[in-house]
């Protein structure tokens, strides 16, 4: 390199306004100042207009009237083509607006295809072919101008006269810090203590003037024995205004009606507080995963056991649905259930644990 | 009057000259014009992202003049008559209006999803790129964290993006996040209060998120992708080695018109996959999912790609869950919010890690060839491992399903996998990089193979081979030449020998010769044997 640069700054410096150069002179001379070298530059086609390079321009020029086209298209597509959805339960055979996406895409990326091909196209196969070397520069400063810098800086701390005040400085501290706090003290607005709601589901008797609370499905019927077939299953939820809407994210039942042999084992399991939650064959558990609170409702009959569609945990429906496969660690909580008089299932009371994912306080 | 004649000829001169006065941008404008960029194909992946960052731009703000943040609870009216009457939020509404009522809408959302991926894949493999070749050394590590907290920026972008049209796959992820985010010890059910403005789901979750899907995450991003691109131009691009090339120069093509007009036609055709993809293959078809439920969820619920390998390390972590004194410590937490937190911080911080290792504090602009850095590339290969079976965990269900395998067996698999392979893929790896090291040294010694069996006299066989240099030694051999850091060339096609067979395959470009002339076939010099290498 130093070569190089010995050689350069004993060229004589062009004079580039005498109008004696022809412009590619002007333009290496440019690169000269600039610290670029040319290794190696020629046209791409050193015989103009050979047939190669006719055809290369062809298929450019082609490429350019397709991008036309397709950007055209996709306008007309856009504003012609019959666009509004009909759904068609047998595929909508015969509706054109089925193909206005699909049609906005491809011409749309015909135009934009186009024109890039076209582009690189022209930018690979027509300009000069060139090699340059580029001086680099790197590694820092010389060291007069680090020098310089720092005593500049540090001259600048000197006018402060920071180090010589130090009661200004403690002041300034004073000062500052809290206006950091008060920066950030908005967002304490964001706060909201969780209170109960981690512990508590729209099961809660509060919901219903201190009454137990009744059980429906989705579209509020009230939930009745029969309903559910032996091995068969349903969701429900919290007979309370909203129960059933993401209000009430946290109270969603899965209500099993067990076969006789499995409702034993159920019983003889059932840990000390689930005791007598279960009513006859029927059993409800908490629908919301016990890892991180997807809803655990893939019921496998022949295993009894639930599985969530998340991470896979799998609980086991009939021993309390404790944990028996897959990251979660705890059981899914039982809802002590019972029929009133009317023959509706309600909860006899909430929930014993709280439901769905652990947290640090939960204990 | 006389009217002033235009002349259209001397305006660019003209303009540029009121311009200089202004600004005084002649030199730096030619400096910018005539700068030297190097060329290599592995140099473009970052522009993928790049562009397709600017499709991203343009589709998300033709989105956000339709979609509505709201949580507000309305009866669909729309057009898709299978979720007519349904109550849904105003988000999942105006998502299903964006796809079936409004003209443009459906191909404008696919572009924005596909777009996404597409920006997180480039990014990813741009980022391989930078590693695998040691562009993140010094003086670069500037550029490489910025690039690392671009990804996770990306990350979070992609989460946010698909959590707010609060259809039933949304709802689901949404519910993980608040899962993962009560999981973090002693704040873990306040950060979840905060962050949802009360219990889950609550009513402002799809605003917040929205808020910062489209201004404070892309804004912050387009801050710092404009520090990464403006700091690859003042620290010049790295370049591969090879003839001429040296730590203290830049060889290849100017800016203008060479790169420029590639990078022009680049971005055309990045933008061009994108539409197409956006009009042919359908993402997200979430009016098949239905309004978010907190009791409903199907089976095969996947997230977008970039996020399945946290899914995946959240399915093979085992259920070890710490309580005492009345607290507890979620298992979640541990491949959640630590696994997260060390998939990106371990990245970040490598350009650092890898130098207090190595104590190497020299400047590199020549790049290094994967091969010559075995343990950096084993190290980098065993993260691709680790990404690669998390990822695939995350999908373990639908995997388990299509081939017929135990759910379980897959889970195990993936448990056992994520121990033993990392390893074995350091050790593989690290062989093969000496391997192919031993093999370029090989032929810049003894040339190369030509695949020429000789027999000697006394019965044995040899290969020829094609030395690579016409100078010898002092004994008559081929003299043994330097490794530059560079391709080897290993066949003899990649020193002339042959001409690559691919002209002519559809219709043969020889003319075939005259037949009735003998002449040709008995000619003496034009069966020549290979001459070189024999000594
Ligand atoms: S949420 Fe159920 S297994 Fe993770």
Known sequence: MSAAQHDSSANEPVDVTDGKLSRFEIVKEGLRRDGIEILHYEPAFPVPGTKVEKRIERFIAFCFVVAGLGALGFVAVFAFWPWEYEYAEFGGAGSMSKWYTPMLGLTLALGLGGLGIGILTWAKKLLPVEELVQERHDGGSNEEDRVITGAVVGNMVEETGIKRRPMLKRALLFGAAPLGLAAIAPLGTLIVPPGDDLVTTGFNPRNNDGQPVGLMLKDGTRVRPDMISVGGQITAFPAIPDGSTNKHADSPVLLIHLRDEDAKKARENAYEMYEGAQWNNYIAYSKICTHVGCPASLYEQQTNRLLCPCHQSQFLITDNAKPVFGPATRHLPQLPIDVDEDGFFYAVSDFLVPIGPAFWERG | ?535
């Open chain 2, 1 to 535: 009057m006389k009217r002033r004649k235009f002349d259209a000829a001397a305006l660019p001169g003209k303009v540029g000259g009121a311009l200089d006065d202004r600004f005084k941008l002649a030199s730096p404008a030619r400096k910018l014009m005539t700068k030297v960029f190097p060329d290599h194909w592995s140099f473009l992946l970052g522009e993928i992202a790049l562009f397709s960052f600017i499709v991203l731009l343009l589709t998300g703000t033709f989105l956000a003049l339709f979609f509505e943040p709201s949580m507000v609870e309305v009866h669909y009216e729309g057009s898709y008559l299978p979720l007519r009457g349904i109550e849904m939020s105003k988000a999942y509404e105006s998502t299903l209006n964006i796809s079936f009522d409004i003209r443009g809408g459906l191909v404008i959302r696919q572009m924005h999803h596909w777009g996404a991926l597409l920006f997180v894949a480039a990014i990813l493999v741009h980022m391989g790129r930078t590693f695998f070749s040691g562009a993140f050394r010094k003086p670069r590590e500037t550029n490489w964290v910025i690039g690392a907290i671009l990804f996770i920026l990306a990350f979070f972008e992609g989460l946010l993006g698909y959590s707010i049209p609060d259809d039933g796959l949304s709802g689901t992820g949404l519910r993980i996040i608040h899962g993962i985010t009560e999981s973090i010890p002693l704040i873990g059910s306040w950060a979840a209060h905060a962050l949802f403005g009360g219990e889950f789901p609550g009513e402002v979750i799809i605003t917040r998120f929205y808020i910062l899907h489209v201004l404070l995450v892309p804004g912050i991003m387009l801050a710092l992708i404009a520090v990464h691109v403006g700091l690859v131009f003042a620290q010049k691009h790295s370049q591969w080695p090879g003839p001429g090339r040296t730590e203290n120069n830049v060889v290849g093509y100017r800016m203008f018109p060479n790169y420029a007009a590639k990078q022009g036609g680049f971005f055309m055709l990045v933008f061009a996959v994108i539409a197409f993809m956006g009009g042919l293959f359908q993402i997200n078809p979430l009016w098949l999912f239905g309004p978010y439920e907190a009791s409903v969820v199907s089976s095969g619920s996947q997230p977008d790609f970039y996020v399945m390998f946290l899914d995946g390390l959240v399915r093979l972590f085992p259920n070890w869950e710490l309580s005492g004194f009345g607290f507890i410590l979620p298992a979640v937490f541990w491949p959640a919010v630590i696994g997260m937190g060390v998939a990106f911080t371990v990245p970040l911080l490598y350009p650092f890690i890898e130098r207090r290792f190595t104590k190497d504090r020299a400047h590199h602009n020549l790049l290094e060839r994967p091969r010559d850095n075995p343990t950096r590339t084993a190290v980098g290969a065993m993260f691709a491992s680790i990404w690669l079976i998390t990822t695939v965990t995350g999908a373990n269900d639908i995997i388990a399903d299509k081939f017929n395998i135990s759910l379980n067996a897959m889970t195990w698999g993936g448990r056992i996998g994520i121990v033993v392979i990392p390893v074995l893929t350091f050790y593989i790896t690290k062989r093969i990089c000496l391997g192919l090291q031993q093999h370029d040294r090989e032929v810049l010694a003894h040339g190369i193979e030509t695949g020429i069996m000789r027999r000697d006299p006394d019965g044995r066989f040899y290969e020829i081979h094609q030395p690579l240099t016409d100078e010898v030694d002092e004994h008559g051999h081929p003299k043994v030449l330097e490794y530059n850091g560079w391709t080897v060339p290993k066949k003899m096609n990649r020193v002339g020998a042959l001409k690559p067979g691919l002209r002519g395959f559809f219709k043969p470009i020889e003319i075939p010769g005259d037949s009735t002339d003998q002449s040709s076939l008995d000619s003496k010099d034009t069966r020549e044997e290979i001459e070189a290498g024999k000594k």
